[in-house]
């Protein structure tokens, strides 16, 4: 596999303030580009809108917000590989998505497929569950993606692997209590045992800042 530096950008993003979301995405990546050569960089689950945004997404003018802080981002930053965490409103369908920037454009998308609903989690309530695998190819490598709760079963990954790709990159917007790093590290790594591909897992900070 070629080398390939890719870059976890794990921060905290404010629900409801996409433009503040942008900027804060605007800002981590010219602070990469000031100390690395990074070729890829990967953001948290629904970075751009914040989560959980719940009741935000019903509002359509919230979603066109999104979608064109999304393509504002894609032709500042046109020589790197974004991946970006956000809501997509696709006709009446409504997605927990990920969107893959490179070039000015959206290359590849991907559309969470398990959604929790148990405990603080409302998700089959707003958002459509995605299918099946998307893998993109950047310098010879194939990536695939998957969004947090789909990293807890088996399929979405086996699905990837089949699909052609050489590691999965995971984006995540993961809640934090007492030992939950170690249950995550746990199910990571049964993924990675059973598919034999790397995984990148990017979540949201655990603490302000």
């Known amino acids: 596999m070629k080398e390939i530096e890719i870059v976890i950008a794990q921060s905290n993003f404010l629900v409801g303030d996409v433009p503040g979301n942008l900027a804060h995405m605007i800002q981590i990546i010219d602070k990469i580009r000031d100390n690395r050569r990074a070729q890829v960089v990967v953001f948290p689950e629904l970075a751009l809108c914040g989560y959980p945004p719940e009741d935000l997404i019903m509002r359509r003018d919230f979603l066109q917000q999104?979608?064109?802080?999304?393509?504002?981002?894609?032709?500042?930053?046109?020589?790197?590989?974004?991946?970006?965490?956000?809501?997509?409103?696709?006709?009446?369908?409504?997605?927990?998505?990920?969107?893959?920037?490179?070039?000015?454009?959206?290359?590849?998308?991907?559309?969470?497929?398990?959604?929790?609903?148990?405990?603080?989690?409302?998700?089959?309530?707003?958002?459509?569950?995605?299918?099946?695998?998307?893998?993109?190819?950047?310098?010879?490598?194939?990536?695939?993606?998957?969004?947090?709760?789909?990293?807890?079963?088996?399929?979405?990954?086996?699905?990837a692997k089949a699909a052609g790709a050489d590691l999965i990159l995971t984006l995540n917007a993961s809640p934090f209590h007492a030992e939950k790093n170690l249950l995550r590290e746990s199910e990571v790594k049964k993924r990675v045992a059973e598919t034999g591909l790397p995984i990148v897992y990017c979540n949201y900070c655990n603490r302000p800042g």
């Open 66 to 159: 999104v979608a064109s802080a999304l393509e504002k981002l894609a032709k500042l930053h046109r020589d790197l590989v974004l991946v970006v965490g956000y809501v997509e409103g696709s006709g009446a369908e409504i997605y927990n998505s990920a969107a893959v920037l490179h070039g000015g454009e959206k290359i590849a998308n991907y559309r969470k497929q398990h959604l929790p609903n148990y405990r603080l989690f409302d998700e089959k309530r707003y958002f459509t569950a995605g299918e099946g695998a998307v893998v993109f190819g950047f310098q010879n490598v194939q990536f695939a993606l998957t969004i947090c709760e789909d990293i807890w079963s088996p399929q979405p990954s086996q699905d």
